[in-house]
């Protein structure tokens, strides 16, 4: 079983006459409209200088493979001077109500341009006293939260992970399970015999309000187990409610430092448990436009949507662009269905 890649890949490039884009747009989150029949893809894009910020653009399609930018600036713009004022990046989607709830990783301080020996020297030690909050201190990935009715006006919730923490691939279910709002995520510091993993992995999470997730308790949903997932792993998509479980996708650091893809059913009452694990992977870099770029090997979907029975997986290649992979529902479940947990 594997997805298949579009053979017009990829399907959005750097725009050379946008400055906030310039360099690479990639890691889109997509969202379905039935009633307009448009697929929307809310992308990390990245400017060319030194500092290597990243905003959120927006691009639109009618037959999910074709798309246009909605506009020459930013859909989501770094705030002026708060937790996410250097860089908003990765973002994934999920509607609530007639809301729908973007997170999204993010720094107060620039990255500097990481694939350039020497790139982030001048980034390395924050200007912070002793004192300064822990995050600031070491330039740490927080996850926001924002909401949208029209991806036009927003507001800005706050981090909805712990400070403490370098916390990100945090996706939200579609709605509440038990009465609560269940959040995925990846702490990179919950490693060690104390939380049964070697490497950064997949937690899991309910909390009775939408900030309420640094209180919450914990659950370990996925760590390393197949000899594709050597390094750090994570969810990568929100949560698909199908008859058989809730599907989600996620990715996987081989030996040799390239992104894989495999995928979850997890059950539908309670979404820590996971039923059924791809043994392997999904997708593997291949195409060029996923072997050259700023991170050799990288492909990382931020979004899938569901169009007539086929599941359109928009990811990140390189670094550099966005591209498109597809594959029958009914095909994947099934392969699932034959996979252990």
Known sequence: MKLQRFKDNPILSPHPGHSWEDLAIFNPAAWYDETNQEVKLLYRAAESGPDYRCWLGLATSKDGYHFERAGDKPAFDLSADGFDSATIQDPRI??????????????????????????????????????FPHYLRTNATLTGLAMTRDFKTWI??????????DDRDVILFPE???????????????????????????????ADDLMGFPHAENRLLIKNKHPW?????????????????????????????????????LDLKDPGVVLHRTPDFLMEPEAPY????????????????????TLFVYYGAGDQYCALATCTLDQLIDHLLSCPA
């Open 229 to 265: 997932e050597a390094f750090k792993l994570g969810i990568n998509t929100p949560p698909i409610r199908t008859s058989e479980g809730w599907l989600t996708l996620y990715h996987a650091v081989g030996p040799d430092k390239f992104y894989r893809l495999g995928a979850l059913l």
């Open 156 to 165: 800005r919730a706050g981090w909805i992970t712990d400070p403490l923490l």
């Open 94 to 131: 999920t509607k609530m109500g007639d809301w729908f709830y973007v997170t999204y990783a993010c720094r107060h301080f620039p990255f500097g341009q990481f694939w350039i020996p020497g790139g982030r020297d001048r980034y390395a030690k924050p200007d912070c006293g002793v004192e």
């Open 290 to 309: 996923e072997l050259d770029g700023f991170y050799r090997g990288a492909i990382f979907p931020c979004g899938t949507v569901l169009i007539d029975g």
């Open 176 to 206: 509440k399970i038990n009465g609560r709002f269940i959040m995925m995520h990846r702490p990179l510091e919950w490693v060690g015999e104390e939380y049964g993993t070697d490497h950064a992995c997949a937690w899991i999470c309910a």
